[in-house]
């Protein structure tokens, strides 16, 4: 008994300076908290810089980007770009170290930044179910939902058929991390959840990266179904997942060397996404 705790004592320890560096980073509710209103026009970076602490170089150097309301905006560019940090800095998780980032001319800051975060859904390319229920796990992200909305999210992510042919449909245990659904499956879900909350800003982080074809083409429906209705940021490698998109933007090492309508950029001689479809056509004629 003695020797299985001084075992555990290590792991209790770093669990205890774990617990205490949460604490200390835990963001709380300003008093002088204000609301934004619901995003309409356009969601502005004016030359947004970041570094991160003790780091050589920064990620973002200068950006200069709009991105309109109610449009699909995709952010291309090589891994490490900076990319996921630009969605990190319009979800609020990071500050600027330099520049503004504004919506609809309200710049973002420590007095309404979570309070913007309500607006925001948020789908990640590894994604995490709760070892519950299909319903359980979509509740979390709107808990007053009711059963008639979870369908029309559902539905809306394509993902109301395969939940429907479960036999204990939405009460069935997806388990630990949903591994008894398919990645497909599972991103659906995923995607279902962020549109229970009726978001004015969905963001999708490399979100189809993992999926096959056949799912990554049933997402893209999804996406292209929801244009119009709400304000789309997709970052995105394959130029099949970005094709629906309204403005392209190309990142690369921390600034945006191309920024345009997808038709412009895919003619345009030489440009990144020129050659990416390239790529991926060469890809696909190989596979096959």
Not at 13 to 35: G, S
Not at 82 to 89: I, P, W
Not at 125 to 151: G, R
Request: contains cysteine.
């Amino acid at each position: 008994m003695l020797q299985n705790i001084m075992l555990d004592l290590g792991v209790f320890d770093v669990m205890q300076r774990l617990q205490t560096e949460c604490e200390n980073e835990r963001e709380t509710q300003p008093v002088d908290a204000k609301t934004l209103k619901p995003l309409n026009g356009e969601i502005e970076y004016d030359n947004v810089s970041f570094s991160y602490p003790l780091a050589v170089s920064p990620v973002l150097t200068g950006v200069d980007l709009k991105i309109a309301a109610n449009h699909v905006t995709a952010l291309i560019g090589s891994s490490g770009a900076g990319k996921s940090t630009l969605a990190d800095l319009l979800m609020g998780l990071l500050e600027p170290s330099s520049g503004d980032i504004r919506v609809d001319g309200v710049e973002l800051a420590r007095d309404n930044r979570r309070g913007w975060r309500d607006q925001i859904a948020y789908v990640p390319q590894d994604v995490f179910l709760l070892h519950e229920s299909i319903a359980d796990n979509l509740l979390v992200a709107a808990p007053s939902s009711s059963e008639a909305e979870i369908w029309a999210a559902l539905a809306a992510a394509k993902a109301d058929a395969f939940v429907l042919a479960l036999p204990e449909k939405l009460s069935t245990i997806v388990g630990d991390r949903g591994v008894r659904l398919s990645g497909g499956e599972r991103q659906r879900i995923a995607l279902a959840r962020a549109l229970l909350r009726k978001p004015r800003l969905l963001i999708l982080d490399e979100a189809t990266s993992a999926l096959d074809w056949e799912n990554q083409l049933l997402v893209a429906e999804t996406i292209r179904a929801l244009k119009g209705s709400m304000t789309i940021v997709t970052i995105a490698h394959r130029p099949s997942m970005i094709a629906f998109a309204d403005a392209v933007v190309v990142i690369e090492a921390g600034r945006v060397v191309e920024h345009g309508a997808m038709a412009e950029l895919v003619a345009r001689s030489g440009s990144y996404l020129n050659r990416l479809i390239a790529a991926e056509q060469h890809e696909l004629t190989t596979a096959s």
